[in-house]
């Protein structure tokens, strides 16, 4: 879930002493002469750090958006991607027009990042995981911008729903080399190996090794009787407690915080059947052993946390989610979509021209144009095989930013 930005921090994130609408990055640190994100002010901060390294060279946490960014270091490596994306924006675009004020080049790279983020989100991610069908049913085709609809994000949504990837984390972070092989210089790490750890970002390969891992690694698969791998449940370290935490405790604890009725509610709430009892669970539920399990402890569905009954129902079609949370997640984008006056595309946020250039761009074409990976799937999202199923960056269509018309 993003945070509201105030614009006191964003500030702290920009360089404004830059003439062409920059983002801060690291001064002391590059990958390969590429820019990472800026260390944060709280110094020092609570980072972990490398044991082997002397008692003066810290390397601290890093500073987004969100205050999350260091969490593990594959999400650092997606922040670091993006602040990478708008300053080589942020330059084509002073580049192309060489009159814009810094505060437009800025406004106007991030106006783009915003939209690429809706497209990448929208069109590529999202139908993999409720499937076509909820897809089609709870989001449909774009009509325009609804000043009607509320596009704030659900209490539901944010606390359990959109936690189903919780149980697609894999224990393992792989860093591979340009072959997408093992690296003996950079062998696998365990999960809470990474927690808070920007130093392995920076000491250990920088962004491409670990990029390419998740490229050519599936998510972990979501079986109903192993929802989240012990590095979560055992080993999850989070800055402000001192021991290790479990996960779906806390994915549990947080709904009955937030007061989230349960889980056959939900399902009423979505216009599915309510489930009475033992036999009804097995309905959706295909692993028997799973549902005696859970009548074991909640006695009746409608006792169910609704996070653990969501994350247990089979799969829809060409899904990674069960129907209650493919129609929350539905909802929920739909809601974030026709709600927003400034999505990508309502009339007059971009011209035609523009939209057209935009749609082309893709989340490989980011990782072209910011890494030093020159092979990637067309589609990030969709497992394949290295090479058969890898292109290279020549082949990955992008936008252009000057063409005649497209002047953005």
């Not at 991607?81 to 002073?94: F, G, I, P, S, Y």
């Not at 990448?120 to 609804?146: E, H, Q, S, V, W």
């Not at 003996?184 to 927690?195: G, I, K």
Request: hydrophobic letters at 35%.
């Amino acid at each position: 879930m993003t945070r509201y930005l105030t614009h006191a921090t964003e500030n702290k994130l920009r360089n404004l002493t830059s003439k062409e609408g920059l983002l801060r990055v690291n001064v002391k640190y590059y990958d390969n002469h590429r820019e990472y994100l800026p260390f944060t002010d709280r110094i020092p901060s609570p980072c972990a750090q490398d044991s082997n390294s002397s008692e003066g060279e810290r390397i601290e946490c890093f500073m987004a958006g969100d205050s999350r960014s260091s969490e593990v270091t594959s999400l650092a490596a997606m922040h670091t991607l993006w602040l990478r994306e708008h300053n080589r924006l942020a330059r084509a675009l002073k580049n192309i027009n060489g009159h814009w004020s810094a505060e437009t080049v800025y406004q106007e790279a991030r106006k783009i990042v915003g939209a690429l983020h809706q497209i990448i989100t929208l069109r590529d991610y999202i139908p993999k995981i409720i499937g076509p069908d909820a897809f089609n049913l709870y989001i449909g085709l774009y009509t325009g911008y609804d000043p009607t609809m509320n596009p704030t994000v659900s209490n539901i949504f944010s606390t359990a729903a959109f936690r189903f990837g919780h149980a697609t984390i894999q224990p393992i972070v792989r860093r591979l080399n340009a072959q997408y092989l093992d690296d003996p210089e950079l062998p696998n790490l365990y999960l809470h190996e990474v927690f808070f750890s920007p130093w392995r970002l920076i000491k250990e390969g920088g962004l491409d090794p670990l990029l390419r891992g998740l490229l050519a690694h599936s998510a972990k698969l979501q079986v109903q009787d192993q929802l989240l791998n012990e590095e979560l449940t055992e080993k999850l370290f989070v800055l402000s407690n001192n021991g290790s935490l479990d996960l779906a405790s806390l994915n549990l604890q947080r709904g009955r915080d937030h007061g989230l009725p349960g889980y056959n509610d939900w399902r009423e709430f979505c216009g599915l059947p309510k489930l009475e009892t033992h036999t009804d669970l097995n309905t959706i539920i295909s692993n028997h052993n799973v549902t005696a399990k859970i009548m074991e402890l909640y006695h009746n569905p409608s006792n169910i946390d609704v996070w653990l009954g969501g994350l247990v129902e089979d799969f829809l079609p060409g899904a990674r989610t069960g129907p209650l949370f493919a129609c929350i997640i539905g909802k929920q984008m739909k809601a974030l979509r026709d709600g927003d006056r400034f999505w990508w595309e309502n009339d007059n946020v971009f011209t035609e021209a523009q939209k057209h250039e935009l749609k082309k761009h893709s989340l490989s074409r980011v990782i072209c144009d910011n890494t030093g990976i020159s092979e990637v799937p067309a589609d990030a999202f969709q497992l394949g095989k290295f090479p058969q199923h890898f292109k290279h960056c020549d082949n990955i269509p992008g936008m252009n930013l000057e063409g005649k018309v497209v002047i953005f």
